[in-house]
C-alpha cells in the first residue's frame, strides 16, 4: 500500500496499518486486550511517537490505542477528510446591524490538520457563514486580518494597531465591533483597549474559544454568535470580553475589560469578572443586563483613541525569600515602571526595601497590587507596608495585576513625570479601581461540605 495512505505514521504505527490493510481516513474497527473500538483512523503529527494510532470516535473524540494492545483491525469504509472550511456568500440582509470582525489570529472558527498539528482558521465572511451560518440571522458581517499572531505574542504594537482601526471603523458607521483573539492573553488586549479607546458609542466585543470547532464539545461557534449579537444588538458600548458564562451552553457572559481574568486553563467557562458582577448575560435572543452602570450605545460617531504605551514595564510577582537583584536588573535594564504583585494587603520582605528605594530615586514608578486577586491593597495596616509607601510604593488599590501593568505602560507612554502618572494610574477609567467590592463579587465555594454539595445540586457549574 502507498505511504501516502498513512499520513504521519511511522515504525510501529505504520507496520500496523499496513499489516492489517487500513488507511487513514478509513472507518474501522479495532480489537484489543482491553475491548473493541469503533471510529475513523485519523492522521498523526510529525512530530508524535510511533506507538499509537488514533481514532475519532462516534462522540466526536479522539482516542490513541497503544499498538501493543492490537489484537486485530478491519476497515469496514473509507472517505478522505476536506479541511478546507467550506466557504458560501455571506448574505447582506437589508435592516441587521453592520458588524466587523477584526482578526488578530485567534482561531474562533477553525479546524484541525491532525497530521501537522496546525489550525486551518475560518474567517473570510463566507468561511465564517460556512462555518457558522446563523450568523447571516444576527448581522451584517464585515471582516479585516489585522495580525496572524498566537495571543502570547500579543503586545503594545498590535494594542496601538488595534485602537487605530477601532476608531477608524467607529468614524465610518459601524454598529459594533468584534475582535476574534486567543483566550491566553485575551484580558490583556481587553485592558489596553479600555484605556486606549475611550467612550466608544458602540460594542467593541472580544472574542476566543477554548476548544476547537471539530470537537463536539467546541465553544467557537456559539462564542461567535453571542459576540455578533452583543456587539450588533446590545446596547453596552463599552470594551467587553464575551465567553461561557456556566459550562453548558445556556448563556455567554459579557465582562468589563478591566475586570475580567482567565480563571481555567481548559474550563469554557474559564473567564471571570473578578471583585464585581458581569456586565451581563448574552444569548442569541439578545443582552440581558446584570449591571445598571453601563455606558449604553450612542448614535453619534465620537471616540477618544488614546493609543500610548511605554514598552519597559514588568511585573514582579513576588515569592518568599526573592533576592533585591530582581528588581536591580530590572532597573539597570532600564525598566521605567514595575507592578509588583505583593502578598496579603501588598507586602514583601525586608531586603527588597533597599532595591526599591534605589529603584525609585531612579525615577522607576512602583506600583503593588495583590496577589489574592480579590481585594484591596491595604498598605497602611501593617509596617511592613506603611514601609513601602514611605519609599515611594504606590498603592493601586483592587486594580488587578494585569489591568495595572497595562495601565502603568499606558501612562508612561504619555508621560514621563510620575506625578502625572500617578494621577493617571489612580483616575478610573472604567472600574480598573471601584470604590467597594460587592458581596457577590467574591464566590468561591468548596465541594464536600453539605450546603454546597446541596448548593450546586440546585445550579449550574
Known amino acids: 500500500m502507498n505511504d501516502d495512505l498513512f499520513q504521519g505514521y511511522k515504525g510501529g504505527g505504520l507496520e500496523v496499518l499496513k499489516k492489517h490493510n487500513v488507511r487513514v481516513w478509513g472507518q474501522a474497527e479495532v480489537l484489543t486486550s482491553r475491548g473493541p473500538f469503533k471510529g475513523t483512523v485519523l492522521p498523526r503529527a510529525?512530530?508524535?511517537d510511533d506507538q499509537h494510532i488514533v481514532l475519532k470516535i462516534a462522540t466526536g473524540y479522539n482516542v490513541g490505542i497503544d499498538i501493543k494492545t492490537i489484537t486485530g483491525m478491519t476497515e469496514t469504509g473509507y472517505k478522505k477528510a476536506n479541511y478546507k472550511i467550506p466557504e458560501k456568500e455571506f448574505p447582506i440582509t437589508p435592516g441587521l446591524p453592520k458588524v466587523k470582525l477584526l482578526g488578530t489570529g485567534g482561531t474562533i472558527a477553525s479546524r484541525l490538520d491532525y497530521r501537522t498539528g496546525a489550525v486551518i482558521p475560518a474567517f473570510t465572511p463566507g468561511e465564517l457563514y460556512g462555518a457558522v451560518p446563523e450568523l447571516a440571522d444576527i448581522c451584517n458581517l464585515s471582516t479585516e486580518k489585522l495580525f496572524a499572531v498566537f495571543s502570547e505574542n500579543m503586545g503594545p504594537e498590535q494594542y496601538k494597531k488595534l485602537a487605530v482601526a477601532i476608531?477608524?471603523?467607529?468614524?465610518?458607521?459601524?454598529?459594533?465591533?468584534v475582535i476574534g483573539h486567543g483566550t491566553d492573553t485575551l484580558h490583556y488586549t481587553a485592558a489596553a483597549l479600555t484605556y486606549m479607546v475611550q467612550n466608544p458609542p458602540v460594542?467593541?466585543?472580544l472574542v476566543g474559544s477554548q476548544r476547537s470547532s471539530d470537537r463536539p464539545s467546541s465553544d467557537a461557534a456559539?462564542?461567535?454568535m453571542h459576540a455578533t449579537t452583543a456587539a450588533g444588538h446590545g446596547d453596552i458600548a463599552e470594551v467587553m470580553v464575551c465567553m461561557f458564562g456556566p459550562t453548558s451552553d445556556e448563556y455567554g457572559f459579557l465582562h468589563r475589560g478591566t475586570r475580567v481574568r482567565k480563571m481555567h486553563s481548559s474550563y469554557r467557562?474559564?473567564?471571570?469578572?473578578i471583585g464585581d458582577t458581569p456586565l451581563?448575560?448574552?444569548?442569541?435572543?439578545?443582552?440581558?443586563?446584570?449591571?445598571?452602570?453601563?455606558?449604553?450605545?450612542?448614535?453619534?460617531?465620537?471616540?477618544k483613541i488614546m493609543p500610548y504605551f511605554e514598552e519597559k514595564v514588568g511585573m514582579i510577582y513576588y515569592y518568599t525569600n526573592m533576592q533585591p537583584d530582581m528588581i536591580d536588573s530590572m532597573v539597570d535594564n532600564g525598566y521605567k515602571g514595575i507592578i509588583i504583585i505583593g502578598t496579603g494587603l501588598g507586602h514583601v520582605n525586608k531586603p527588597l526595601y533597599p532595591a526599591i528605594e534605589r529603584a525609585v530615586k531612579k525615577g522607576v514608578a512602583i506600583y503593588m497590587t495583590v496577589q489574592?486577586?480579590?481585594?484591596?491593597?491595604?498598605?497602611?495596616?501593617?509596617d511592613t507596608?506603611?514601609?513601602l509607601m514611605a519609599q515611594g510604593v504606590v498603592p493601586a488599590e483592587n486594580m488587578l495585576p494585569e489591568a495595572a501593568y497595562i495601565k502603568l505602560g499606558w501612562a508612561l507612554g504619555q508621560t514621563s513625570d510620575l506625578e502625572k502618572v500617578r494621577e493617571i494610574m489612580m483616575t478610573p477609567i472604567n472600574d480598573e479601581t471601584t470604590p467597594r467590592e460587592p458581596y457577590n463579587g467574591y464566590l468561591i465555594y468548596q465541594g464536600g461540605v453539605p450546603e454546597v454539595e446541596e448548593f450546586i445540586k440546585k445550579v449550574h457549574k
Open 46 to 48: 510529525d512530530q508524535d
Open 167 to 177: 476608531g477608524k471603523e467607529i468614524e465610518n458607521g459601524i454598529d459594533g465591533i
Open 203 to 205: 460594542p467593541i466585543v
Open 222 to 224: 456559539l462564542n461567535l
Open 269 to 273: 467557562s474559564t473567564f471571570r469578572t
Open 280 to 303: 451581563a448575560t448574552v444569548t442569541r435572543q439578545g443582552v440581558k443586563p446584570i449591571k445598571q452602570d453601563y455606558h449604553p450605545r450612542r448614535k453619534d460617531r465620537n471616540v
Open 372 to 382: 489574592t486577586l480579590w481585594g484591596y491593597v491595604h498598605m497602611f495596616v501593617y
Open 385 to 387: 507596608g506603611r514601609d
